[in-house]
C-alpha cells in the first residue's frame, strides 16, 4: 500500500514539475500569421502539460533573439542563416521540418505570363513597377535580396520605386494592396490574407522560390538557464509521425499551407 502511494507521489510531482516548465520558441511571423504555430504548440501543451511561449519575428530578429540566449527554439526558414548560427556554435542540433513555397505578388492589371522569376525581376527594375519590401531581414526578405542578385540585379535600396517598410508579411501585404504594387511572399502568409482585391500571384512554382523551415536547438553554453531537456522533449514530438500529420492537414481556406519534410 506505501509502495503504491509512493508511485502516485511521484508521479504526481513529475506532473507538477512539467507543469511549471516551459520554453520559449522565437519563430517565423509566417507560422504566427497563419496560425500554424499556436495550434502545434496547443496539441503539444495539451499532451506533455508544458507550456510553450512563441515570440513572432522575422527571421533574422529570431536568430538574434537565439543568439543572445533568450528562446529554446529556432522556428525559421533561411538555410544559410541557419547553417551559419550551427557552424557559430550557437544550436546544438537542426533539422529540416517543413516547407512550402515563396510567390511573387503584383497588381490584378499585371497580365504578362512569368516565364522565370529573373525576368520578373528585371522587368520590375527596368519599368521601375513600385516595389514594397518587408526591408526586415526576415527570411522573405532575405529571399527578395537573392532574387534581386540571382537576376543580377544591385539591390535597389535608393530607388523611388523601392518602398522598404520595416513590416511584417501581414503588413506588407496590406501596403502592397493599397499600393496595387509588387512585393514578395510565402504562400501561407498570402492564402490567409484576406485583404488583396487589388492583388495576384504573377510568378510561382519556380525552383528559386522553394522555402525551406528549419527547427533547432538552441545551445545551453549561451544560457545555461536554458530548458533544454524541455526543449528536446518539443523537438523530438515536432518532428514526429504525429505532428507530420498535424502540419500537412492543416488548413486555411481549404488549403494546404507547409508540407512536412522532417530528416
Known amino acids: 500500500m506505501i509502495r503504491v502511494l509512493l508511485i502516485f507521489i511521484l508521479i504526481f510531482l ?35 502539460n508544458i507550456k510553450v511561449r512563441a515570440l513572432s519575428l522575422g527571421t533574422g530578429q529570431a536568430i538574434k533573439v537565439a543568439m543572445d540566449g533568450n528562446v529554446e527554439i529556432l522556428l525559421v526558414h533561411h538555410k544559410k542563416s541557419e547553417l551559419e548560427f550551427m557552424e557559430n556554435g550557437y544550436g546544438i542540433l537542426r533539422h529540416d521540418l517543413m516547407y512550402n513555397d ?5 497588381p490584378k492589371k499585371d497580365k504578362k505570363k512569368c516565364s522565370s522569376i529573373e525576368n ?15 526591408g526586415d531581414e526576415s527570411g522573405t526578405h532575405k529571399k527578395e535580396k537573392e532574387l534581386w542578385e540571382l537576376s543580377n540585379i544591385n539591390i535597389p535600396v535608393q530607388e523611388n ?5 520595416g513590416q511584417g508579411m501581414g503588413s506588407t501585404l496590406l501596403i502592397t494592396n493599397q499600393k496595387k504594387a509588387y512585393t514578395l511572399s510565402d504562400r501561407s502568409t498570402w492564402i490567409a490574407f484576406n485583404e488583396k482585391e487589388n492583388l495576384k ?7 528559386p522560390l522553394f522555402n525551406q523551415y528549419g527547427i533547432i536547438l538552441v545551445s545551453n553554453k549561451i544560457n545555461n538557464n ?38
Open 14 to 48: 513529475i506532473k507538477s514539475a512539467l507543469a511549471n516548465k516551459y520554453i520559449t520558441i522565437a519563430s517565423t511571423t509566417s507560422t504566427h500569421d497563419t496560425g500554424l504555430l499556436e495550434y502545434l504548440n496547443k496539441e503539444f501543451e495539451n499532451k506533455y
Open 102 to 106: 515563396f510567390v511573387l505578388i503584383g
Open 120 to 134: 520578373k525581376m528585371i522587368e520590375i527594375k527596368q519599368s521601375e513597377l513600385l516595389f514594397i519590401s518587408r
Open 161 to 165: 520605386w523601392y518602398l522598404s517598410v
Open 201 to 207: 500571384i504573377v510568378c510561382e512554382n519556380l525552383p
Open 226 to 263: 536554458l530548458n533544454i531537456e524541455t526543449a528536446e522533449i518539443y523537438i523530438n514530438w515536432i518532428t514526429s509521425g504525429e505532428a507530420k500529420k498535424l502540419i500537412n492537414n492543416y488548413r486555411v481556406n481549404g488549403r494546404q499551407l507547409f508540407y512536412f519534410n522532417y530528416n
